[in-house]
C-alpha cells in the first residue's frame, strides 16, 4: 500500500485520472452529437459529475507532494465519485420503474444562479431527451448503468488512493 501512498504524491497518476475524465467527457459528447442521443437531465448531471473528477485530478496535479494539494483532490474526487453514483443510481431507477408518476424528469439543469451553465453553455449543459428512455444498451446495460459501474469504480479508486496517502508512508520518506 506504500506504493499507493507514492504515486498520489506525484503529478503523473493525478493527470492520468484527468485524462480519463476528460475522455469520458469526449464520449459523451460523440454520444450526443455523431450517434444523436439527446442527454437527459440526469445525463447532465452525470456529466457535471465527471467534470467534477476532472477538476480532482487537476487539483491533484497543483502540487502533489503538498497534503493540501492531495487533499483538495481527493475530497473532490470522493464527491465527485458517490455523488454521480448516486445520480446514476437514481436514472437507472427511473428507467426502470412502472409507475409513471414516480419520477419526474425536469427540462432544466438545477444549477445554482450564479452560475448558470446550461444558458451559457448550451451545447454542452442543455437537457433534450427525456430521462425514462433507453436509447442505447451495451452487453444489457443502459448508459446510466455504465455509468455507475464507472463512477463505483472511480469511487472504490478515491477510496483506496486516499486511505493509503493517508495511512501509509511512502517507501522513500
Known sequence: MSWLSSISRTRAPWLLLALIAFLFEATALY???????APCIMCIYQRTAVL??????????????????????FATWLVASIWG????REHIMMQTTTDPFAFVCEFEPNFPSFMPLHEWIPSF????????????????????????????ALAAAAIIV?????LFKPKNA
Open 125 to 152: 449543459f442543455a437537457a433534450t431527451g427525456d430521462c425514462g428512455n433507453i436509447d442505447w444498451q451495451f452487453l444489457g446495460l443502459s448508459m446510466p448503468g455504465w455509468m455507475q459501474v464507472i463512477f463505483a
Open 85 to 88: 453514483l448516486l445520480i446514476a
Open 52 to 73: 467534477g473528477v476532472l477538476a480532482a485530478g487537476l487539483l491533484g496535479a497543483i502540487n502533489p507532494a503538498q497534503m493540501w494539494s492531495r487533499l483538495l483532490g
Open 31 to 37: 454520444f450526443q452529437y455523431a450517434m444523436d442521443l
Open 162 to 166: 486516499t486511505i493509503a496517502s493517508l
